[in-house]
Antibody, heavy 117, light 110 residues
């Protein structure tokens, strides 16, 4: 069974940094693109970033470009999202998802990031 | 800035058919937009329903179908059931390695 478990969320001050992790199991992690998607409280889904199988290709939404970095460690079956210069509008539940055939899924249950002073 | 448009809300009677759409603020949706559809109930992670316009994910009931209707992607639920009451999101590839979700449609079954 595919499992994706996010961690690393929490409360951070504006301008601060945070690193999210996503532990993957139940599939051959190194053969899939992976994705981060976020959802602000009471709002819709927002695509954040993609990374290809070996980490050589990264794609970002304009809203996070230059502040967030997606990465992966295939030896540890783990996906990461390093977030810098955090803003109040980055407050959201962050989901990791496997990417296949230009779609996303399965999904993790998400980790909440709150940016507030 | 390209916006992906969805109906904010829709209401359907049990057993009826409903079609939700996913469009672009400028331009038309095609199979090259690789539309996919997701269902989300409050407090839960999204669930993938349809990808590549019309391919149903494993385990998704066949009452859910995807298509291109005119210049939009469409998700049709044939014979809506009470537990189809959810938020539905589409996502489109708009080019230049950018993906954009629609704002979502809140479907009420009553």
């Amino acid at each position: 069974e595919v499992q994706l478990v996010e961690s690393g969320g929490g409360l951070v001050q504006p301008g601060g940094s945070l690193r999210l992790s996503c532990a993957a199991s139940g599939f051959t992690f190194s053969t899939y693109w992976m994705t981060w998607v976020r959802q602000a409280p009471g709002k819709g889904l927002e695509w954040v970033a993609n990374i290809n199988e070996d980490g050589s290709v990264e794609q970002y939404a304009d809203s996070v470009k230059g502040r967030f970095t997606i990465s992966r460690d295939n030896a540890k079956n783990s996906l990461y999202l390093q977030m810098h210069s955090l803003r109040a509008e980055d407050t959201a539940v962050y989901y990791c998802a496997r990417s296949e055939s230009y779609s996303y899924g399965p999904w993790g249950h998400g980790t909440l990031v709150t940016v507030s002073s | 800035q390209t916006v992906v448009t969805q109906e904010p809300s829709f209401s359907v009677s049990p057993g009826a058919t409903v079609t939700l759409t996913c469009g672009l603020s400028s331009g038309s949706v095609s199979t090259s937009s690789y539309p996919s559809w997701y269902q989300q109930t409050p407090g839960q992670a999204p669930r993938t329903l349809i990808y590549n316009t019309k391919t149903r994910c494993s385990g998704v009931p066949d009452r859910f179908s995807g298509s291109i209707l005119g210049n939009k992607a469409a998700l049709t639920i044939t014979g809506a059931q009470a537990d189809d009451e959810s938020d539905y999101y589409c996502v489109l590839y708009i080019g230049s390695a950018i993906w954009v979700f629609g704002g979502g449609t809140k479907l009420t079954v009553l």
